[in-house]
């Protein structure tokens, strides 16, 4: 489960470091192209969809809420 989690914190940090260098490079002649918007858009689309895919210590706690959580390692 640790490397499930530092894999998806290093996907966050990867795509924070994304989003900021299209940022940067869709102003940095000072003003917006429609290429610069999309690319801004379509990376920030991405990193939504990562943060959607973090792990969970259970994965069907929220499917069935008053089921027991299975006993730990």
Do not use: C
């Not at 920030?44 to 994965?59: H, R, S, T």
């Amino acid at each position: 489960m640790r490397l499930k989690m530092g894999i998806w914190s290093l996907g966050v940090a990867t795509w924070l470091i994304g989003i900021s260098e299209r940022f940067m490079a869709a102003f940095s002649d000072r003003h917006l192209s429609a290429i610069g918007l999309i690319q801004l858009v379509t990376t920030f689309g991405f990193f939504v969809g990562w943060l959607f895919l973090k792990p969970a210590n259970n994965i069907f706690k929220w499917y069935y809420p008053n089921r027991p959580s299975p006993p730990t390692k």
